[in-house]
Nanobody
Framework: QVQLVESGGGLVQAGGSLRLSCAASVRTFSDYTMAWFRQAPGKEREFVGRISWSGDRTYYADSVKGRFTISRDNAKNTVYLQMNNLKPEDTAVYYC??????????????WGQGTQVTVSS
């Protein structure tokens, strides 16, 4: 029912910036909270940020707070992750996640395929 496609990943030097996009094929995009997660090889997938249905509230992991900004355009069914002052430890595959009405149960969440972000020191 829901398809998510991430884009915008790549290679960047430490201190640089990248902007990730996630395009959603869904009937009512505003029914979903949207989130970004990331996963490095051999490590657990970790929360990066989340944005509310209307886009008026955002939440961030302490590791990225002040550097990353999540936003959404409900008219375009798209969520963004602006990443500034990137660090080598930010290197990971970044995943977009849709959560139906904020529900975290597996049957009500949907994941994209991910996009690679590599930060060189």
């Amino acid at each position: 029912q829901v398809q998510l496609v991430e884009s915008g990943g790549g290679l960047v030097q430490a201190g640089g910036s990248l902007r990730l996009s996630c395009a959603a094929s869904v009937r009512t995009f505003s029914d979903y909270t949207m989130a970004w997660f990331r996963q490095a090889p051999g490590k657990e997938r970790e929360f990066v940020g989340r944005i509310s249905w209307s886009g008026d509230r955002t939440y961030y992991a302490d590791s990225v707070k002040g550097r990353f900004t999540i936003s959404r355009d409900n008219a375009k069914n798209t969520v963004y992750l602006q990443m500034n002052n990137l660090k080598p430890e930010d290197t990971a595959v970044y995943y977009c996640k849709a959560e139906y009405r904020g529900c975290l149960i597996a049957g009500y969440t949907y994941w994209g395929q991910g996009t690679q972000v590599t930060v060189s020191s």
